[in-house]
């Protein structure tokens, strides 16, 4: 399993500057930002270029929280402008209720240049425990690409695994792809550790 040559980017202009590097099998990401949400971002993105289909697949093994919402993923992004259309399979630090989810494992999109993101949570009302925990440093990502279909999957040992959603949206083929950290808090960095960072394409 070889990581892929990821180019470092502050998406958004954060007040604090992040970076990344690779350590053996580890990426480590160090991410400021205000959040990717809403009809703008700011954050951390370690990414590639990639065009057409693909799997890309992560044990997110460790994150550092400033906030309720800091988060760390995968994400296929359409440019480095704050406002990009994106798709995002995202790890929150832990399993703390959050608006409709009580797991840290959530999935987002933005359809438009500039338009709000839009949150896919588990079937409501939420069951006593989460369907999707996040539970560090078990906690694998797969993003998916077959032309305009997304597959997000999370598993808690990079075997077995469980499809968070199933997702259409019309993409350029040729994008971004690779990591993604915000850390909610203006005023903080946080840490993602990230392993066995493996991109497929066919």
Request: proline share 6%; hydrophobic share 40%; glycine share 8%.
């Given at each position: 399993m070889k990581t892929p040559a990821l180019t470092p980017s502050d998406v958004g202009s954060p007040r604090l500057a992040g970076s990344n590097r690779v350590a053996g099998s580890e990426v480590i990401v160090v991410a400021g930002g205000r959040d990717i949400w809403?009809?703008?971002?700011?954050?951390?993105?370690a990414h590639a270029r990639v065009s057409g289909d693909f799997t890309l697949t992560?044990?997110?093994?460790?994150?550092?929280?400033?906030?309720?919402?800091?988060?760390?993923?995968l994400m296929l992004r359409t440019s480095l402008e704050a406002g990009a259309e994106h798709v995002?399979?995202?790890?929150?630090?832990?399993?703390?209720?959050?608006?409709?989810?009580?797991?840290g494992?959530?999935?987002?999109?933005?359809t438009q240049p500039n338009a709000a993101c839009t949150g896919v949570y588990p079937p409501q009302p939420l069951p006593a425990q989460p369907v999707f925990p996040a539970n560090f440093p078990r906690v694998w990502l797969r993003l998916s690409r077959q032309g305009d279909t997304f597959a997000a999957s999370h598993s808690s040992d990079g075997w077995a695994w469980r499809t968070l959603t199933v997702h259409?949206?019309?993409?350029?083929?040729?994008?971004?792809?690779?990591?993604?950290?915000?850390?909610?808090?203006?005023?903080?960095?946080?840490?993602?550790?990230?392993r066995q960072v493996e991109l497929v394409q066919p």
């Amino acid at each position: 399993m070889k990581t892929p040559a990821l180019t470092p980017s502050d998406v958004g202009s954060p007040r604090l500057a992040g970076s990344n590097r690779v350590a053996g099998s580890e990426v480590i990401v160090v991410a400021g930002g205000r959040d990717i949400w809403e009809t703008s971002d700011e954050c951390h993105f370690a990414h590639a270029r990639v065009s057409g289909d693909f799997t890309l697949t992560a044990n997110v093994a460790a994150l550092a929280m400033a906030d309720l919402y800091t988060k760390a993923g995968l994400m296929l992004r359409t440019s480095l402008e704050a406002g990009a259309e994106h798709v995002f399979l995202l790890s929150f630090g832990d399993n703390q209720a959050r608006n409709r989810n009580n797991g840290g494992i959530e999935f987002q999109f933005r359809t438009q240049p500039n338009a709000a993101c839009t949150g896919v949570y588990p079937p409501q009302p939420l069951p006593a425990q989460p369907v999707f925990p996040a539970n560090f440093p078990r906690v694998w990502l797969r993003l998916s690409r077959q032309g305009d279909t997304f597959a997000a999957s999370h598993s808690s040992d990079g075997w077995a695994w469980r499809t968070l959603t199933v997702h259409r949206q019309a993409l350029p083929a040729a994008a971004y792809i690779g990591l993604a950290v915000t850390s909610h808090n203006v005023d903080q960095t946080v840490r993602a550790v990230f392993r066995q960072v493996e991109l497929v394409q066919p």
